[in-house]
C-alpha cells in the first residue's frame, strides 16, 4: 500500500468516525424526525478526500449511525443517499472550481443536499406512501439547510487557515 492510500485510508476512516458521531450525538430531535451534523462531515470529506475513500466514509458513518439509533429499516437506503450525496458533492464541486470558494461550495453542498431530501422522499414513499413521506420533508430541509451553512463554514475556515491544503497535498 503507498503511502497515498494509506492517508487516504486513515481519512476516509476518521471521516466514517466524525460522520458517525456526528449523527448520533450532534442533533437535535423534532416532532417531524431530528436533524444533525453528519452530513456537514459527509460533504467535506467529499471535498477533502473526494472519491470511493470518501464515498465508502459517508456511506459506513451514516448506515451504522442508522443501524446504532434504531434505524436500521433505513440503513440500506442510508447507505445509497448519503454514498451518492457525496458522490454528487465532490463531482459539483469539480464542475464549480472556478466559482469564488464558499459559492462553489455552497451550490455543490446544496445540489447534494437536494437529492438527499429526494431520496429520502422517494425511500419513504416507497415504505409509507407517498402522501406519508410528505412529512418527512421538512425535517429534511431543515438537515440539508444546517449541512449546507456548517460545511461551507468548516471548509472556508480549513481554506483560510491553510489546514485545507496541507490536508489535501498529503492525499494527491
Known amino acids: 500500500m503507498t503511502n497515498k492510500k ?3 485510508l486513515i481519512y476516509a476512516s476518521l471521516f466514517a468516525a ?3 458521531v456526528g449523527t448520533m450525538f450532534i442533533s437535535v430531535t423534532l416532532p417531524f424526525g431530528y436533524f444533525n451534523f453528519g452530513d456537514m462531515f459527509i460533504l467535506v470529506s467529499a471535498w477533502l478526500i473526494g472519491g470511493p475513500y470518501a464515498i465508502a466514509a459517508a456511506a459506513i458513518g451514516s448506515a451504522l449511525a442508522d443501524i446504532t439509533l434504531g434505524f436500521a429499516a433505513y ?3 442510508t447507505l ?11 463531482k459539483a464541486c469539480k464542475l464549480l472550481a472556478k466559482k469564488p470558494a464558499p459559492l462553489g461550495y ?8 437536494a437529492f438527499m431530501v429526494l431520496g ?4 419513504e414513499g416507497f415504505m409509507y406512501g407517498f402522501v406519508a413521506a410528505l412529512a418527512s420533508v421538512p425535517g429534511n430541509l431543515l438537515q440539508a439547510t444546517a449541512a449546507v451553512v456548517s ?10 487557515s491553510g489546514l485545507f491544503e496541507r490536508a489535501s497535498s498529503r492525499l494527491k
Open 6 to 8: 494509506l492517508m487516504k
Open 120 to 123: 429520502y422522499y422517494i425511500f
Open 80 to 90: 445509497v443517499i448519503k454514498a451518492l450525496v457525496c458522490v454528487i458533492a465532490w
Open 151 to 160: 460545511s461551507v463554514l468548516v471548509i472556508t475556515l480549513l481554506k483560510s
Open 75 to 77: 440503513a440500506p437506503a
Open 18 to 20: 466524525l460522520v458517525y
Open 106 to 113: 455552497a451550490v455543490a453542498a446544496a445540489i447534494a443536499e
